[in-house]
C-alpha cells in the first residue's frame, strides 16, 4: 500500500522547525510522497497574516520545499485535494502534526497513532497521524504564535527582530 504524508497546518508564518519536520518527513516517506498542506485565509489578519501565495513562497524561496509538494486545501485536516489523486483503496494517508493537534486527533475514531510496523488501512477507510517534534529558539519552546507575537511587539528593537528572524528561518 502507497503511504502518503501529508504535513498539515496553518504556517503563520513557516519557519524552520516546520522544515525540520518536512525533511523528517521526506526521510521517512520518500519525497514523491510528502506533501504540505495549507489553507487561505478568508482574510489577513494578525493571526493569520500570509496569504497561500506568500506562504507557498516562502516554503519554496527559503526552504527549498518543491513547489509541486505545497499544496492549497480547504481544510488541512481532510486534504482532498492531494488525496483525490490517489487510489482511495491502495493508499494511506498519514497526517503530520504538531503535538497539540495530535491528542486531539488521537479522539476521533477515523485517525489513529502511525505504527511503521502496523497493517495500513486506505485512507477511504482511516488515516493515520504523527506528530512533529516541538521547535526550540535558545531553549524555548516556540510556535508560530510566539513568533508573530515576537515579530508585532514594538518594545522589541528593530535588531533584535532581524536577529530572532534570522534564528527562526537558520539564516546567518
Known amino acids: 500500500m502507497r503511504q502518503i504524508a501529508i504535513y498539515a497546518g496553518r504556517f503563520q508564518p513557516f519557519h524552520k522547525g516546520h522544515d525540520s519536520a518536512y525533511k523528517q518527513l521526506v526521510d521517512k516517506f520518500g519525497e514523491e510522497n510528502v506533501y504540505v498542506a495549507t489553507s487561505e485565509p478568508k482574510e489577513t489578519s494578525a493571526r493569520n497574516p500570509f496569504k497561500f501565495g ?8 527559503m526552504f527549498d520545499i518543491p513547489s509541486e509538494r505545497v499544496v492549497q486545501v480547504k481544510n488541512p485536516y481532510k486534504p482532498v485535494e492531494v488525496l483525490s489523486k490517489f487510489d482511495p483503496k491502495k493508499t494511506a494517508f498519514i497526517t503530520a502534526v504538531g503535538e497539540k493537534d495530535g491528542d486531539r ?10 505504527d511503521a510496523d502496523d497493517e495500513l488501512s486506505p485512507y477511504q477507510d482511516r488515516g493515520y497521524f504523527v506528530t ?5 529558539v535558545d531553549d524555548d519552546v516556540m510556535s508560530a504564535t510566539k513568533i508573530r507575537d515576537k515579530m508585532g511587539n514594538p518594545a522589541i528593537s528593530t535588531e533584535d527582530k532581524i536577529d530572532f528572524f534570522k534564528k527562526i528561518h537558520n539564516k546567518p
Not at 54 to 61: D, G, I, R, V
Open 54 to 61: 506568500e506562504k507557498k513562497q516562502l516554503m519554496t524561496a
Open 105 to 114: 486527533l488521537s479522539h476521533g475514531k477515523y485517525f489513529k497513532k502511525y
Open 132 to 136: 512533529v517534534p516541538n521547535f526550540k
